[in-house]
Each structure stands twice: as structure tokens, then as C-alpha cells.
């Protein structure tokens, strides 16, 4: 078993940033993998950044490429996302989520490769 709890999410004007942090416990094995998705209304979940834990490669969604960084520390069994020029479309649910495999490239950013889920921190942004 897996639990991830996220936080770190607010209000913001457009062009601020927020970090979200993903605080992790349970079974090392079930998380090689993690990723950031997320849901505004009325829309589907989209997955926005992924890491492979082992070698720390990362892949994005253009939505958020060059905006969005997504990290690790081990030490501390966090992920965060750290997320700059801020526009009001980024404004969502952003979840957290764990996978067992081994996920690189597009693959990183489908829910359905992920099997542990946080609670959601909502994200908004203003114009």
C-alpha cells in the first residue's frame, strides 16, 4: 500500500508560481514512478509531469513544458511540482500519483499506468 498527501496549493495571480508537494509513505516498490496530474472543470484528468524515480528522468505535457519542474528527494519520500508563469487555465485539481513500473516518455502522463492516488490540492489562478 501507498499514501501520498499532497499540499502546497492556493489562490495566484497569473505569472506567480506555486510549489505542490507530494508526501509519500508505503511500499517503496509500488512508487517507482510518479506523476502530477490534474482536472479543472468540466474537463478530464490530464496527466502534466512524470518522473522515473531511479534516474530522475522527467517528461512533461506541452501544456506546461518550460513553466512546470517536477522533482524529487528521496530523503524525504516528496515529489514536488513546481510550477512558474502561472496562467489562468493551469487553475485545477492537482493530484499526485504513484506507479510500480517502470514509466519514461508519454507513458509517464496516463492515469491508468498509476494504481495509488492522493487527495487532490486545488490550484487557482486568477487573471
Known amino acids: 500500500q501507498v499514501q501520498l498527501v499532497e499540499s502546497g496549493g492556493g489562490s495566484v495571480q497569473a505569472g506567480g508560481s506555486l510549489r505542490l508537494s507530494c508526501a509519500a509513505s508505503g511500499d517503496t516498490y509500488s512508487r517507482r514512478s510518479m506523476g502530477w496530474f490534474r482536472q479543472g472543470p468540466g474537463k478530464e484528468r490530464e496527466g502534466v509531469a512524470g518522473i522515473y524515480i531511479s534516474d530522475s528522468r522527467t517528461y512533461y505535457s506541452d501544456s506546461v513544458k518550460g513553466r512546470f519542474t517536477i522533482s524529487h528527494d528521496s530523503a524525504k519520500n516528496t515529489v514536488y511540482l513546481q510550477m512558474n508563469g502561472l496562467k489562468p487555465e493551469d487553475t485545477a485539481m492537482y493530484y499526485c500519483?504513484?506507479?510500480?513500473?517502470?514509466?519514461?516518455?508519454?507513458?509517464?502522463?496516463?492515469?491508468?499506468?498509476?494504481?495509488?492516488w492522493g487527495q487532490g490540492t486545488q490550484v487557482t489562478v486568477s487573471s
Open positions: 500519483a504513484a506507479s510500480g513500473f517502470r514509466l519514461i516518455g508519454p507513458v509517464s502522463l496516463n492515469s491508468q499506468n498509476f494504481y495509488y
